[in-house]
């Protein structure tokens, strides 16, 4: 690929998105507009997408279209995406990070499926017991917001698992996001009997003995008010819980929403107060969309996969592609691995 | 009690709310002219709560006062709070419940200090493992909430305490909120791969067959963002996962409210808006306030306690005790008692 020996390489599936491959192909164009040392390798199904790529001059030589027979969709389960894998454009984008084309790969389609298939295509890294799923979670600090994991990769965690999370989430706020010495916290209830789940307790020891050898800040048990505080960069949770919690906010935030509309409809003063706030609140909805925070990612893999918000727009995609680029600039994925082969070789790990 | 014979009688700690005790005699004399067939043990320490109730006339023949030489504080830890238990409010509120003078008792104080003397001085009903804390959750149903337990009596729950968790859930769904047929479900993640936890798949069949017994609607698995729907009434899960669901819910909802303000406060259009739609913002803040929804219970014990947040208003107190009452009335303690006794009896329970 010596065409692309000073880029930075984007492996993108296209399709499965709610709002189809038109509006995944924007979200390029406006990454590479910011970033025109990006080069995608850009993966489709059907006519369209070559057509409308074909009339887009302003990406010219900056991606190669692999073209893939079938599409997995958002209603296939994980099984049955995984019986008819081969030849699909998430297959293929998966196909262009294991054999060392790019890092990185995007999706938008579907989680269960795109998880089972990294597994199978892209294995874990050695030493590593489980992947996880890293979220973004709207927080009140100056980032916006702050990272959970596991979200949901596996349900069960051991206090070495918990500790290689720490791990992962730390060189993916370190590569990702610039964060030099990220606050890490391990998710608990708050009654002093229930503090010790034997677990839970182990993970805290080494989480906290890793520290200094990895450059962040253990700062102990938090819970869950603390997720979207400015206490906090990284959670460290497993991935039932983790899930549970997603979920959950996600749900209050819009119960939240939804009282916030029928408030504003109730009465003719406050409709008039809604179209006086129109803009503010419009950034406000903005602010707390779930679909706004993009780029759930799996960790643990040979190779990184950026898993966009089914729903994402053009702006959410362009988001997803900046994170893997930054991912890929700052050799998140060979850091991580030697930072595991590290930590496995220490004793008492 | 003879006097009390035809009134519904409800032991209540006065002590340890962050508004003192002047705020919970209100919310007594409130709950009192809504009702008049209540009759209160009124708990309390030091001179002002007796010179309090001396003026007030209004509550004349509906309490006895028992006085305690101390009482229990927000920051002490259950263990601290265990060995200094004896002759404080709170002890002498369950004492109330333990000697069958009141079958409900209700405290604002201290959450792990108020379990663990529970605890002790209840004692479990006879079958069940695990007592449980159920939460009203706020919800976009008509009544305005769900239940959820356990919200962190324990940590770990397996196949059987799940089930028993679904019966005090739906027994109390029926006695304290007159829910004929609820709907039932078990919170676990999506993912298909993640459906197989062995003790919620065990515990989703032995509901299931516990549905017709106990007249109820098992609706299978919910997820995190079901918490707050209509398609619910009673969530079942874990006191860990519940913990960390309640907590994340209201730090969601804590979330959107600083933002909401900050944005009202940004610009002076949007501070005209906040304005003109004061009272229906004011309306709203109360509904997502998570202190109004108040009365969590301890549920699973020989007697009910109704656990008020500790910065429960007059408001917050008077439908604790509004609950309280409306479990005495339907002899919710003694039918829970007969309906563990029952499914014990059971086959392959």
């Known amino acids: ?30 990454a590479y507009k910011e970033n025109n040392s990006l080069f995608f390798i850009i993966h489709g199904a059907g006519k369209k997408l070559p057509q409308l790529l074909f009339k887009q001059k302003s990406l010219l ?14 209603n296939d389960k994980p099984s049955q995406a995984l019986r008819n894998a081969r030849n699909t454009t998430m297959w293929n984008a998966l196909t262009s990070v294991s054999n060392g084309e790019a890092e990185v790969a995007i999706s938008c389609g579907n989680t ?14 050695n030493g590593i017991n489980r992947p996880a799923i890293a979220v ?18 596996d349900i069960k965690a051991d206090a070495q698992d918990l500790c290689q999370y720490a791990l992962m ?4 706020a370190k590569s990702g996001f610039n964060i030099k010495n990220p606050k890490v916290g391990i ?26 050898i990895l450059g962040f800040k253990f700062i102990g048990y938090v819970e869950g008010d603390d997720i979207p505080s400015s206490k906090i960069d990284v959670i460290v949770t497993d991935g039932f819980t983790g899930n549970i919690a997603l979920k959950t906010g996600e749900g209050t935030a819009t119960l939240v929403r939804t009282l916030f509309k029928e408030t504003f409809n109730k009465s003719l003063m406050a409709k008039i107060a809604s179209l006086i706030a129109f803009k503010s609140l419009k950034n406000l909805r903005k602010r707390i969309d779930p679909r706004r925070v993009n780029g759930g990612v799996f ?5 990184t996969i950026v898993k966009s918000h089914g729903g994402a727009d053009a702006i959410g995609i362009s988001a997803a592609i900046t994170l893997a680029s930054q991912l890929t600039k700052n050799n998140f994925q060979k850091n991580l691995e030697s930072k595991v082969f590290q930590i496995n070789n220490l004793k008492n790990f």
């Open 61 to 74: 030589n900056a991606y190669r279209y692999v073209e893939a027979g079938n599409i997995v969709s958002m």
């Open 112 to 125: 269960g499926a795109l998880m089972a298939m990294s597994m199978i295509k892209l294995k874990k890294i």
């Open 136 to 153: 973004l979670w709207p927080s009140t600090n100056i980032r916006g917001f702050n990272i959970l994991l596991d979200a949901g990769a």
């Open 187 to 212: 998710l608990n209830i708050g009654t002093e009997e229930h503090k010790g789940s034997s677990e839970l307790l182990k993970a805290a020891d080494i989480i906290n003995n890793l520290s200094s």
């Open 169 to 172: 989430g730390v060189s993916y």
């Open 1 to 30: 690929m010596s065409e692309n020996k000073y880029k930075t390489v984007i492996s993108i599936d296209c399709m499965g998105g709610d709002l189809g491959e038109q509006e995944v192909l924007k979200g390029i164009i406006k």
């Open 299 to 303: 960790l643990g893999l040979n190779g």
